[in-house]
């Protein structure tokens, strides 16, 4: 009996010690929102998580403009809530990372420019492709095996009957 309770002690020792450990694991970074654009289209980057109020510095590669000036690096102040958005865009296709800096904090958001042939979107397409399955029938397929069914025991049943008469 001892040897129970002493365990069940050192087990809710454990888990006392263990939910602080929890509480103080890394952040995980701040990230932005994504966009994909056609070549030269300007699209507006969203970072959150950034503190308030603070200078907040982008930093995109050479092939990408930021805001309308062909500039590497753009500064701005992030707002109340810490988010600052940025408007980016580039002529050539390709996949981009613009990263943002305030405070000691980093965000980082991707930026990818469709070739100029390519729509960002598949039209009426939804994007996935067709397997060749058709719901529709499985659906007559299964109505089908259900009047069977009745069918089956509508019939056993008359057989029944008539037999015990």
Known sequence: MLRKILATFAVAA?????????ANADEYPEQGTPATVAPGEVAQLGFSGLPA????TASAPDAVTLSIIKASTLTRSTDANGAVTFGA????PGTYTITVTAGG?????????????SSGDAGSDSGLPHTGVDPVLWVWIGGGAL??????????TTVRR???E
């Open 53 to 56: 109020n603070t200078p907040a």
């Open 147 to 156: 009047l069977l069914g009745a069918a089956l025991v509508i019939v056993l």
């Open 162 to 164: 008539n037999r015990s």
């Open 105 to 117: 904090e980093t965000a980082t958001a991707t930026l990818t420019v469709l070739p100029a042939d």
């Open 89 to 92: 865009s580039a002529t050539q």
């Open 14 to 22: 454990a888990v006392l010690v263990a939910a602080p450990i929890a």
